[in-house]
């Protein structure tokens, strides 16, 4: 049986990791709350803007250097978002083993030439994909410890500038989208090339009956030159936000999951403490009595 103290040593660390991972939950969970409040209020103006872009794409045509469909694919990149801090579960293994698998399924060819290059953003992304010597051209760290639009509108504006000067012909972000608190669906969406005709279809009045007449000025393509790079730049915020709210859930159910799995451990510990304190006042209860009965003889 083990020593009485050392399972009182471990009782009370228990506790005290116990107390961490419950304040951890509750502050995962404030967290949440605003990361929330972010998210929600950015869907409407996202999907608006994609509805404006689909209708000035179908008004206006496709000549813009964002919508070059390259004869070949020379060079891809690939921005992922993971999380800056860890103990947030499975959140940033999963959406990692994702791209890998994506990279050997659609870009192995890439990979092995040197031409497939990672945006990585928060610290466990740079810390995986480097480790695993994957092409690492920028990272990210402390990226989510003041989260602002500025950051990810730098990241895509040297994303676009790279795909207008023919760096690359294809890039693609990979982060965790949010849909409830203890789940994420993990996406890896390609950006660039623009695709007119699914830009088209997003047009809210496309299925109204009542078709409306509209008037740009200066003109519909001059509008779509100015709108596309900040519909690009969007498109990456949204994917952070989606990501900084399910870090947060992911980080609340896994201290949930601890702080629940602590308390069994503790109260397994503490019926082997009894049994143990049991046993010890038997064994003294029987020496005092052959004690005694050795004195009566």
Not at 22 to 29: I, L, P, R
Not at 33 to 60: D, E, H, N, W
């Amino acid at each position: 049986m083990a020593n009485l103290r050392d399972i009182r040593n471990r009782i009370s660390s228990i506790e005290n990791t116990q107390q961490i991972t419950k304040a951890m939950k509750m502050v995962a969970a404030a967290k949440l709350r605003k990361a929330q409040q972010k998210m929600v209020a950015t869907r409407p103006y996202a999907k608006k803007m994609q509805s404006v872009v689909g209708r000035l794409v179908s008004g206006a045509g496709t000549d813009n250097i964002v919508m070059r469909q390259p004869e070949e694919i020379k060079a891809v990149l690939m921005i992922v978002v993971g999380s800056d801090k860890g103990l947030c579960g499975g959140f940033n293994n999963n959406l990692f083993k994702e791209v890998e698998k994506f990279i050997a399924e659609e870009f192995a060819r890439f990979n092995k030439e040197g031409t497939l290059h990672l945006i990585t953003i928060g610290r466990k992304a740079e810390a995986y994909f480097k480790k695993r010597d994957y092409h690492v051209v920028d990272t990210n760290t402390g990226f989510f410890d003041n989260l602002n639009y500025e950051d990810t509108s730098e990241i895509m504006s040297e994303a676009i500038e790279k795909f207008a000067e023919s760096t690359y012909d294809k890039v693609l972000i990979a982060f965790n989208e949010f849909k409830t608190v203890i789940t994420q669906n993990r996406l890896i969406e390609e950006v660039l090339p623009i695709n007119s005709q699914k830009l088209a279809e997003l047009d809210d009045n496309k299925d109204n009956n009542q078709v409306i007449d509209y008037i740009y000025e200066p003109d519909a393509q001059t509008i779509l030159d100015e709108i596309l790079p900040v519909h690009l730049k969007m498109q990456l915020w949204r994917a952070v936000l989606e990501s900084n709210a399910s870090e947060q859930g992911a980080r609340m159910a896994a201290m949930d999951n601890a702080t629940e799995n602590a308390k069994e451990l503790r109260d397994e510990l503490k019926l082997k403490y009894n049994q143990a304190r049991q046993s010890a006042i038997t064994t003294e209860i029987s020496e005092i009595v052959s004690g005694a009965a050795a004195l009566e003889d």
